[in-house]
Nanobody
């Protein structure tokens, strides 16, 4: 059994940064390829960053220069440093680990917005 757990998502302002982490556990000692796949409602998951066990990286054109993928020496953790975020980066980011087999994490929400409003709460002052 292999488990992947993502963390590091949250709310960022445009131009801000976040760093995602994905930790693996289970019987596979290392993975040949790991990557990050954002997904928004109604769309398919497409990779924005991949890294191989040899350290080769590949990025989607939309994130080149802004995102950096890395992994630890044991090939059990993968990270995604996200800089210069813009609202189009808003998505649930899933971690993928391959070899042998293909494994996904549960995803971590990344929201890039200049402001977030709550639903409001009624205040009534009566004499």
């Amino acid at each position: 059994q292999v488990h992947l757990v993502e963390s590091g998502g949250g709310l960022a302002q445009p131009g801000g940064s976040l760093k995602l982490s994905c930790e693996t556990s289970g019987r596979i000692l290392s993975f040949t390829t790991m990557g990050w796949y954002p997904q928004t409602p109604g769309t398919q998951r497409e990779p924005v960053a991949l890294i191989t066990v040899g350290g080769l990286t590949r990025y989607a054109d939309s994130v080149k220069g802004g995102f950096t993928i890395s992994r630890d020496k044991a090939h059990r953790r993968v990270y995604l440093e996200m800089n210069s975020l813009n609202p189009e980066d808003t998505a649930v980011y899933y971690c993928l680990a391959r070899g042998p087999g293909e494994y996904w994490g549960q995803g971590t929400q990344v929201t890039v917005s200049s402001g977030v409003w709550g639903q409001g709460t009624q205040v009534t002052v009566s004499p």
